[in-house]
């Protein structure tokens, strides 16, 4: 069976996988936008698609999150860079100890 859609992008946000285009493939995206080319033509040309490139355009790609920053980090905890997996819970973090363990612990 194969997921498509919605349920293929939330797989891959789930795994951390979000930025399947690539860095290379966003700037390109990014510089033919400024250069006055439509979506469809940047998606023929680059084989991405339409849709990915409005997101690029209206800045709701996932390639715009950006990494997490040391300012961000919740009191207690420090980030981590790259993110890993958790050895006890399992989940990816960004944040040292565990954000999501910190969280089960209180209970919440």
């Given at each position: 069976?194969?997921?498509?859609?919605?349920?293929?992008?939330?797989?891959?946000?789930?795994?951390?996988?979000?930025?399947?285009l690539g860095a290379e493939v966003?700037?390109?995206?990014?510089?033919?936008?400024?250069?006055?080319?439509?979506?469809?033509?940047?998606?023929?040309?680059?084989?991405?698609?339409?849709?990915?490139?409005?997101?690029?355009?209206?800045?709701?790609?996932?390639?715009?999150?950006?990494?997490?920053?040391?300012?961000?980090?919740?009191p207690g905890f420090e980030v981590?860079?790259?993110?890993?997996?958790?050895?006890?819970?399992?989940?990816?973090?960004?944040?040292?100890?565990?954000?999501?363990?910190?969280?089960?612990?209180?209970?919440?």
């Amino acid at each position: 069976m194969m997921v498509r859609g919605r349920a293929a992008a939330a797989f891959f946000l789930a795994l951390g996988a979000w930025d399947v285009l690539g860095a290379e493939v966003v700037r390109e995206v990014r510089f033919l936008l400024a250069s006055r080319w439509s979506a469809r033509a940047i998606g023929r040309h680059l084989g991405v698609s339409r849709g990915s490139v409005d997101a690029i355009r209206d800045g709701t790609h996932c390639s715009d999150r950006g990494r997490v920053e040391e300012r961000d980090a919740p009191p207690g905890f420090e980030v981590i860079d790259p993110a890993r997996r958790c050895g006890v819970c399992g989940g990816l973090t960004e944040f040292w100890p565990c954000l999501v363990c910190a969280i089960r612990a209180l209970g919440l």
